[in-house]
T-cell receptor, first 113, second 114 residues
Framework: RKEVEQDPGPFNVPEGATVAFNCTYS??????FFWYRQDCRKEPKLLMS???SGNEDGRFTAQLNRASQYISLLIRDSKLSDSATYLC??????????????FGQGTILTVHP | DVKVTQSSRYLVKRTGEKVFLECVQD?????MFWYRQDPGLGLRLIYF???????EKGDIPEGYSVSREKKERFSLILESASTSQTSMYLC?????????????FGPGTRLLVL
């Protein structure tokens, strides 16, 4: 079983739609969680961290469910510029503190006019 | 702004060649990382370094070595390139070793081994 699993998609949605991505992780000792965004042929960039209480940044909402080892990302009012690959990322360093991240394979989102 | 640069965007090498990939960050970050990214597999950690002259194996270190002689520079070395090492290589850095530290990535090097 992969440490971090995502549905690779692709998700094709019209502008203005709401879309949600899910991610599961296998290591219950994981301490921190992130969503990164990667545009085509570009490097990944941090989109947002994910906190236990859930957090929102504009049109983006991230949720964490530790009991189910599940992370989600919700995008409201999708824009064409949201088209990208969304990477679920988990810190699975366990008892060490070296900040080792494990990446999911990514979910492809295409927003069309 | 944090800037992470990689020496080449595209590289073509032959099987058996020794390959050097260079990465430089300009923000005095403690930690540096090398990943490879392949379709369907995502990013996988090859090696990382949390201090000058220190290195730790990641998930797939076989066939690779690294060097960190200066804080700002982290080099990935393919001792004898093979076709299975054709991939996108991404370097990243982070300020500290905390749980929530953001990693900043370079633009990547697309390596083709013939």
């Amino acid at each position: 079983r992969k440490e971090v699993e995502q549905d690779p998609g692709p998700f094709n949605v019209p502008e203005g739609a709401t879309v949600a991505f899910n991610c599961t992780y296998s290591n219950s000792a994981s301490q921190s969680f992130f969503w990164y965004r990667q545009d085509c042929r570009k490097e990944p960039k941090l989109l947002m961290s994910v906190y236990s209480s859930g957090n929102e940044d504009g049109r983006f909402t991230a949720q964490l469910n530790r009991a189910s080892q599940y992370i989600s990302l919700l995008i409201r009012d999708s824009k064409l510029s949201d088209s990208a690959t969304y990477l679920c990322v988990v810190n699975t360093a366990g008892g060490t503190s070296y900040g080792k991240l494990t990446f999911g394979q990514g979910t492809i989102l295409t927003v069309h006019p | 702004d944090v800037k992470v640069t990689q020496s080449s965007r595209y590289l073509v090498k032959r099987t058996g060649e020794k390959v050097f990939l260079e990465c430089v960050q300009d923000m005095d970050h403690e930690n540096m990382f090398w990943y490879r990214q392949d379709p369907g597999l995502g990013l996988r950690l090859i090696y990382f370094s949390y201090d000058v002259k220190m290195k730790e194996k990641g998930d797939i270190p076989e066939g690779y070595s690294v060097s960190r002689e200066k804080k700002e520079r982290f080099s990935l070395i393919l001792e004898s390139a093979s076709t299975s090492q054709t991939s996108m290589y991404l370097c990243a850095s982070s300020l500290e070793t905390g749980w929530g530290e953001t990693q900043y990535f370079g633009p990547g090097t697309r390596l083709l081994v013939l």
